[in-house]
Structures are given as C-alpha cells and as structure tokens.
C-alpha cells in the first residue's frame, strides 16, 4: 500500500547499490517520508536485510549487478510489478579504484568505467520507458568531487565519475521533454564501507569533517521530490566546501 504523507508519498524508487553505505541510507530515508524503493544490489543477504527491515509493504530486494543489461531490465520490470510505477531512478552503486594513470592498470581502468560509468548508462537506458510514463520523474546519478576536480591517485573513478557529469547533462537535454528530470549529486568525504578503510584528513574541508550518509540523503530526498521540479541538468555539490577552493592555501 503507497503512503498518503510525506515528501515523496506514493512514489517509487529504483536504487542501485541500495544494500549498505549512501544507498541503504537513502532508501531508509526515502521510505521515511512516504515512498516505495526496491534496492538492487550484488550483495543479496545484505539488500534482503534492508527490505525486510523497510518491510514488505514499502520495499523490495532485486539482484542487480549494474554491467548487466539484462539484470537492469529484471530490476526495472520487477519495479513495475510490484508497485506498479518508477518514479525516482537512483544510480548509486560504485567502486573506487586507486592510482595514477601510470600506476592503475588496464584492468582496474576498464573495471572502474564498467561499473560506474557504464552502469549508469545503462540504467537510464533500460528505465527510460517506465520514467516516461511517471510523468513527473527524477534520476539522481551519483557522481563525487572527483567528478567536479582532479583527483590524485584515481584516474579511472576520476574519468568515470566526470563521465557520469556528462552523461547527466545530455540527458537533461534528452528527456526534459518527457518530464524527466536528470541531476548529478556530488559528495564530498562520507563515512560508509566504501571509505572505511582510507586515511584522509579534513583539513582541506571548510567544514573540517566528513559527512553521515544521512546528510547525503537529505539532498537525495529533496531531488526525488517535486519540491525540486525545476531542477534538472545541475551538478549539486555536497563536500563541506571542499571544491570551493584550495582551504589549504595560506596566504600571509
Ligand atoms: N563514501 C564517499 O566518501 C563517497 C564520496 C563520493 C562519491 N561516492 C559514491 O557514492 C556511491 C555510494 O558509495 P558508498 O560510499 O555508499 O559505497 P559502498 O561501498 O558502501 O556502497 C556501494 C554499493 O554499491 C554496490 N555495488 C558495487 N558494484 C555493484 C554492481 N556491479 N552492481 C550493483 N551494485 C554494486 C555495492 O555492493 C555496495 O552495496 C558510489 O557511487 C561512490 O562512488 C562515495
């Protein structure tokens, strides 16, 4: 049964990489203020947990391996099966790869735009026609700050994530005329799985900390809204500060 109340009350989300980290917050989030979500992931028995603690009534566990066209259109099918519309498509699900143009190798390169380029891609491609017929969609497409700057040591998720800035604002072009809202979300340093293992300060965050994911989904909850309807082909930052400039330069 689809909520009356709520921000986003009655509408369907589609969130790849939805099983832990940014994605399982932004699902929690988006079923808070009233909407349906199916999580589509690689990891079953954690996407299953989240479902089942979202309930059944509200969320549903797809696997979904984002390379795979195929694996999407059984995700999207299932979407519409289930509660009958899609929405709100959030293309979330990443990896970070490490090193310089010189140190990455080719299988690390092609890995890397495999799943976070290529795999938004092909989101877009196999929902388009079940976003259409919402009437009023949004897709949110993670990128980074590595997708708004340089970044050392990460060719192949710097190329991607830009990539993903790209590919959101031709498609903003494409499929505004369809009601199709298409943004690209820029996060700064966020603590989930995906950073745990990493040492990095915050002295060259404005805001001198790293964010919850729960800030992240604050932002995702406003974009799968209609209180953002006039939004669309824009690269929202969300870092802290940290693209605005160089903190660290002292100047006497
Ligand atoms: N954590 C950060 O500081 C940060 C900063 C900027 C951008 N991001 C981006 O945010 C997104 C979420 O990252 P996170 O930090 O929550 O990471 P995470 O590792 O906690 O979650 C990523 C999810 O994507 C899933 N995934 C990976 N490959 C997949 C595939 N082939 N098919 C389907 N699912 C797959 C993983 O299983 C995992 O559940 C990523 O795109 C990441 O690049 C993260």
Redesign the pocket.
């Known amino acids: 049964m689809s909520a009356t109340t709520g921000r986003v009350a009655g509408r369907v989300a589609l969130i ?2 939805g ?5 399982e917050a932004h699902a929690r989030a988006l079923v808070a203020e009233g909407a349906s979500v199916v999580i ?4 079953e028995e ?1 996407g299953a947990r989240v479902a089942a603690e979202l309930g059944a009534q509200r969320a549903l566990f797809v696997h ?4 795979d066209e195929e694996s999407w259109r059984h995700a999207v099918a299932a979407t519409v099966d289930r509660f009958g519309h899609l929405d709100v498509l959030i293309n ?5 790869s490490r090193g310089s143009v010189a140190e990455a190798t080719v299988a690390d390169w092609r890995r890397t735009i495999d ?2 380029l290529t ?1 938004n891609f092909i989101g877009m491609h196999t929902a388009v026609e079940a976003l259409k017929a919402s009437g009023s969609a949004s897709v949110i497409n ?1 990128s ?2 590595a997708g708004l700057t340089g970044f050392k040591n990460r060719a192949a998720y710097s190329a991607a994530k830009w990539g993903v800035q790209g590919l959101t604002k031709t498609s903003a072009l494409d499929l505004g005329p369809f009601g199709i809202r298409v943004n690209s979300v820029h ?4 603590r ?4 745990a293992g990493l040492q990095r300060g915050f002295g060259q965050i404005p805001l001198g900390r790293d964010a919850a ?1 729960e800030e992240i989904s604050e932002l995702i909850v406003f974009l799968a809204s209609d209180e953002s309807r006039f939004i669309t082909g824009a690269s929202i930052a969300i870092d802290g500060g940290e693209t605005a400039g160089n903190n660290l330069r002292q100047d006497a």
């Open positions: 790849s990489g099983a832990r980290g940014m994605g589509g992931d690689v990891l954690d979904l391996d984002v390379t979330n699900a990443g990896i970070f799943i976070d795999g993670i980074s700050i996060p700064g340093s966020v989930t799985p995906l950073t994911p």
